[in-house]
T-cell receptor, first 112, second 116 residues
Framework: GDSVTQMEGPVTLSEEAFLTINCTYT??????LFWYVQYPGEGLQLLLK?????DKGSNKGFEATYRKETTSFHLEKGSVQVSDSAVYFC???????????FGKGTRLSVIA | GAVVSQHPSRVICKSGTSVKIECRSL??????MFWYRQFPKQSLMLMAT?????????EQGVEKDKFLINHASLTLSTLTVTSAHPEDSSFYIC????????????FGQGTRLTVV
C-alpha cells in the first residue's frame, strides 16, 4: 500500500541553522506530495505542496522538490527561526476523495 | 485557502457522558470529511471517512457505536464520542477535501477532549 517514511525526530537546531527533514514515499500511480506543519495544540496547516515530478513547493522560506527518481520530497530551509519550532508531517495523496497518507511526523525545536 | 472550522477546541466531560464535536467547511462544499485521532507526540490516526448523506466508513479497530459520525450536509460533519471514558481522552482533528482545490486537504483546529 501507499506509505510515507520521514526521518525520526526530535530535531534540535540553533537559530539560523540549515534544516533538512527527509521524506520518502511509496505509492501506486502519481501522487501529490505535501508538507504540513502542526504548532502546539493546533490542527495541521499546509506548508507547501507539489503535484508532479520536478515541481518545487515553497512557502515561508521552506522548500521541497518532488523527486520521482528517488521517490523523495525532502523539506529544507536555509535559516530556521525559533518560531519554526513545530511538528512537520510529510504526506501524499493519490486521489481526491481518499485520506492523505501521513508520515509519523518530525518534531523540530529551534533554540535561540 | 479553504477554511475548516472545528468546535469546540477544548472540552472536559465526565465519564459516561457523550460529547459532540463539529466540523464545518466554511467556504467550500466537502463531500468527504475525515476524522483523526492524535495521541501525544504521535502522528494522526485515521478513524473514519465521512461521506455526505451516507454512512461513515470506519478504520479497523475503531468502534463505530462509540464514535458516531454524521455527515448531514455538504458543510457539516459531527463526531459524537458516546459514553466517554478516560482512555478516550485525546486530540481529535477533522479534515475535508474539495475537488476544486486539487488534492490538498484542509484541517480543523482540533479538539482536545479530556474525560475525567
Amino acid at each position: 500500500g501507499d506509505s510515507v517514511t520521514q526521518m525520526e525526530g526530535p530535531v534540535t537546531l540553533s537559530e539560523e541553522a540549515f534544516l533538512t527533514i527527509n521524506c520518502t514515499y511509496t505509492a501506486t500511480g502519481y501522487p501529490s506530495l505535501f508538507w504540513y506543519v502542526q504548532y502546539p495544540g493546533e490542527g495541521l496547516q499546509l506548508l507547501l505542496k507539489a503535484t508532479k515530478a520536478d515541481d518545487k513547493g515553497s512557502n515561508k522560506g521552506f522548500e521541497a522538490t518532488y523527486r520521482k527518481e528517488t521517490t523523495s520530497f525532502h523539506l529544507e530551509k536555509g535559516s530556521v527561526q525559533v518560531s519554526d519550532s513545530a511538528v512537520y508531517f510529510c504526506a501524499l495523496s493519490v486521489s481526491g476523495n481518499t485520506p492523505l497518507v501521513f508520515g509519523k511526523g518530525t518534531r523540530l525545536s529551534v533554540i535561540a | 485557502g479553504a477554511v475548516v472550522s472545528q468546535h469546540p477546541s477544548r472540552v472536559i466531560c465526565k465519564s459516561g457522558t457523550s460529547v459532540k464535536i463539529e466540523c464545518r467547511s466554511l467556504d467550500f462544499q466537502a463531500t468527504t470529511m475525515f476524522w483523526y485521532r492524535q495521541f501525544p507526540k504521535q502522528s494522526l490516526m485515521l478513524m473514519a471517512t465521512s461521506n455526505e448523506g451516507s454512512k461513515a466508513t470506519y478504520e479497523q479497530g475503531v468502534e463505530k457505536d462509540k464514535f458516531l459520525i454524521n455527515h448531514a450536509s455538504l458543510t457539516l460533519s459531527t463526531l459524537t464520542v458516546t459514553s466517554a471514558h478516560p482512555e478516550d481522552s485525546s486530540f481529535y482533528i477533522c479534515s475535508a477535501r474539495d475537488r476544486s482545490f486539487s488534492t490538498e486537504a484542509f484541517f480543523g483546529q482540533g479538539t482536545r477532549l479530556t474525560v475525567v
